[in-house]
C-alpha cells in the first residue's frame, strides 16, 4: 500500500491513486496547503494541482516506516523526504517531513488509504511552539 501510494505521488498519478484510496466520500488529506475531502478533491488539488502541475520531478523517499494493526484498520507513521524541481523554474526543492495514514479493510478484504495528515518537520525549539 505504502510502496503504491509513493509511486502515485512520485508519478503525479492519479489512476493509480484511486487503487490505494477508499472510494467513500469521507476520505480526507491534511496538508500544508489545505485539507481535501473525497476522491475527487484529492484527484483535483492534491495529484494534479499540486504534484503533478508544480513539480517537473518527484521523488518521495521514506524512512522509519511503523504500521500498527487495529482489526479492520491501521495506523502507518513515517519519515519522508522529498525532491522535486519546479516546473516553472527548474529550481531544485528540498523538503521534510512526517506523515501519518490511517487505512482501513474493506468488506472485500482489501486494505485502503482512508486518511493522510502530513507536516513538515518541527522547527520550534522545546520552549516555543507549545
Known amino acids: 500500500m505504502v510502496a ?9 498519478d492519479a489512476g493509480l491513486a484511486r487503487q490505494v484510496w477508499a472510494d467513500d466520500p469521507e476520505i480526507s488529506f491534511i496538508h500544508p496547503l489545505g485539507h481535501e475531502r473525497g476522491f475527487e478533491q ?52 528540498q523538503t521534510q517531513g512526517r506523515e501519518t495514514q490511517v487505512h482501513h479493510r474493506s468488506p472485500r478484504g ?7 495528515h502530513y507536516s513538515g518537520m518541527p522547527m520550534a525549539a522545546p520552549e516555543q511552539g507549545l
Open 4 to 12: 503504491n501510494y509513493v509511486k502515485s505521488v512520485e508519478g503525479a
Open 42 to 93: 484529492i484527484r483535483s488539488n492534491v495529484y494534479e494541482r499540486i504534484t503533478g502541475a508544480m513539480f517537473s520531478e518527484r521523488k518521495l523517499s521514506i524512512r522509519d516506516l511503523k504500521v500498527k494493526v487495529y482489526g479492520d484498520a491501521a495506523v502507518v507513521e513515517f519519515d519522508w523526504d522529498f525532491n522535486a524541481k519546479w516546473k516553472k523554474t527548474g529550481k531544485p526543492l
Open 110 to 116: 482489501k486494505w485502503e488509504l482512508v486518511h493522510v
